[in-house]
């Protein structure tokens, strides 16, 4: 539990508490809403990722979430979990789940520092999944093989990420219930309605107003599953943000900087991954709150401009600031959480 007090300290007192690292741009499908394999594939070696994280080290940075592109195009995964863990740094992982044999499965289940272990499966439907991300798998099977790893893998949280959009909204409930029937979690994320740059929905047909509408009143409804026990893994009130976010209301403040950070693939680091970066920590020598806040300061103005646009309700950003803002619930849900899914064996 003193992994999870940090955590809760560093948001009492405003202190970032989670870095998004995409560990690679590459990616082996190409999903209709992501743009990510579309921007330049320079990737770190080790020896710079574990420069890159001594930096985020000396912020006091608890957990980094390890995603994509895809992760497990990268053999020298288990290396940068190994860099994190070294330096008490807890990690999430994304994965499509196309890449995970056996050997990838056993190399990975000696680490404890896995916070959660998440699956990206937004249709149990062959035909939805294949338009949505190409390739030519059967969801069952990449889910058959995600629940392999629930026994193989490491002793940890395992969940499904589920992108909400006009595609799939009337499959959350089946999503949920096969979710809980196998032991997992779920993140139901809304699909991106705003002008961020990472996420193609502008151009995804059926986002109508009457669609947002739907989407909206069922995140509202999620949020009421959750307060009666239903394993959903984020804060309560994260589904309020995603109810308002798809109704085009604007939201407050999204802790960009304060609470959430955004390593690149290359070492750049931005305060969201919707932004250019600030600072290279292979270039830096030393990383400083001092140096963050005054970055901050020079970048309010522009976060707050993104802010207004409406540009996204990442789980990075909204989800971390309804935990700051509602904690008790957040300690609540937690513990009743782990009770039930935390730490499969």
Not at 8 to 22: D, E, Q, S
Not at 76 to 104: F, Q
Not at 107 to 133: C, E, G, K, M, W
Request: glycine share 8%; proline share 6%.
């Amino acid at each position: 539990m003193l992994a999870e007090a940090n955590i809760i300290w560093r948001l009492l007192a405003g202190r970032p508490v989670f870095v998004g690292y995409n560990v690679t741009n590459r990616c082996n499908l190409r999903c209709r809403f992501c743009n990510v394999p579309s921007l330049p594939h320079p990737d770190m070696t080790v020896d710079q990722v574990r420069v890159a994280f001594d930096r985020l080290a000396e912020l006091g940075i608890p957990v980094v979430g390890i995603t994509g592109g895809e992760p497990f195009l990268r053999p020298d995964l288990p290396e940068i979990l190994e860099a994190a863990e070294s330096r008490g740094m807890k990690v999430t992982l994304v994965t499509n789940g196309h890449l995970l044999d056996g050997g990838r499965m056993a190399a990975l289940a000696r680490f404890r520092n896995i916070v959660h272990f998440a699956l990206s499966l937004d249709s149990l439907d062959p035909q939805t999944y294949r338009n949505l991300r190409g390739g030519k798998r059967h969801p069952g099977g990449v889910l058959a093989d995600f629940l392999r790893l629930t026994r193989e893998g490491p002793r940890t949280v395992y969940k499904l990420n589920v992108v909400v959009g006009p595609h799939n909204l009337d499959e959350i409930d089946l999503l949920l219930e096969v979710a809980s029937s196998v032991g997992l979690g779920v993140s139901f994320i809304p699909m991106n309605i705003g002008p961020g740059g990472l996420h193609r929905a502008a151009d995804f047909p059926g986002l109508d107003a009457i669609t947002r509408e739907r989407i909206a009143v069922r995140f509202e409804t999620l949020r009421q599953a959750k307060i009666l026990g239903a394993p959903l893994w984020d804060h309560r009130d994260y589904y309020l943000y995603s109810a308002r976010y798809m109704r085009g209301e604007t939201l407050g403040d999204c802790g960009a900087g304060r609470y959430f950070l955004d390593l690149r693939s290359d070492g750049r680091l931005a305060f969201c991954n919707e932004m250019e970066h600030f600072v290279s920590l292979l270039e830096v020598e030393k990383l400083s709150v001092p140096l963050l806040k005054r970055a901050l300061a020079e970048w309010r103005e522009r976060i707050e401009r993104c802010r207004l646009a409406g540009a996204c309700c990442y789980t990075c950003s909204y989800n971390i600031t309804a935990t700051a803002a509602n904690l008790p619930a957040y300690v609540w849900d937690y513990l009743r959480f782990q009770a039930r899914f935390g730490g499969r064996p």
